[in-house]
């Protein structure tokens, strides 16, 4: 059989299910489904890292306080187990605000961030990840940079979460009136159009992808099938050359 394709968003966007409110369309349920995945993610993280660790920092400072009066030559040792859980917090914040919003985005554009955000996966996830790039780099505007960034962003996530792979491969190809973005795996692939019809592109975080691809002016598709891996490509138009706002360095 070939790989099954599900071309989950075309340039001309989505339909797109809304809510009615005073009888006037709310925002998109997938997207507000999305937003609220990522502030529980974001809460998962918080909770999980930083918060665990500050709460030691806390029974830690207790033991120094005790040690300073009963046994002050051990407090020199405590003291600097103190300052490496510290250490290891600060860089537990701030992995979570790179997650949130890596500074090398706004200040250098779209390809340094990706190439500092893969760096930073493949120490936490020991997955081995090729980066790419194709034809000349700029700068976008705001908007989509974040955008596709956002997008590379949960494709790895789910590579990690869901692929069970060894190996991805990110291509970024710049055309003179679009961008091109891909993320391939070798992970155990899934059948798109069963996905699709079961309703769980959502658990993937599928539907989102589509739905911001889309909100880019945008299209994006999957092409995968069981035991062969996964491939998403996302192409943004860029107005061939309006909205560009410099060569990124």
């Known amino acids: 059989m070939g790989r099954g394709t599900a071309v989950l968003a075309r340039r001309r966007g989505v339909a797109m299910a809304e809510t009615v409110r005073g009888g006037r369309p709310g925002p998109n349920l997938a997207i507000l489904r999305a937003q609220e995945e990522e502030r529980r993610r974001v809460a998962r993280e918080l909770h999980d890292g930083p918060a665990q660790l500050l709460a030691n920092v806390v029974l830690r400072i207790d033991v120094c306080q005790r040690l300073a009066e009963q046994d002050p030559k051990r407090l020199k040792d405590e003291l600097q187990q103190l300052k490496d859980l510290l250490r290891l917090t600060l860089q537990e914040v701030r992995q979570v605000i790179f997650d949130l919003r890596p500074m090398a985005l706004d200040d250098l554009g779209l390809v340094p961030a990706l190439r500092a955000y893969i760096q930073e996966y493949q120490k936490r996830t020991a997955l081995q990840v090729e980066f790419t790039v194709h034809g000349t780099e700029r ?24 692929a069970r792979a060894t190996r991805a491969e990110i291509t970024v190809e710049w055309g003179p009136d679009e961008v091109k973005v891909t993320v391939a795996d070798d992970g155990i692939g899934f059948d798109p159009a069963q996905v699709q019809a079961s309703g769980r592109e959502g658990h993937f975080g599928l539907r989102g992808m589509a739905e911001r691809a889309a909100l880019l002016g945008g299209r994006l598709a999957i092409d995968s099938r069981p035991g062969a891996g996964t491939r998403i490509a996302v192409a943004i138009p860029t107005g061939g050359g309006a909205g560009h706002e410099g060569e990124a360095g």
């Not at 940079?145 to 990690?160: I, P, Y």
């Open 139 to 162: 700068r976008l505007g705001p908007d989509l940079e974040v955008g596709l960034f956002r997008l590379v962003q949960e494709a790895l996530t789910n590579v990690h979460r869901h």
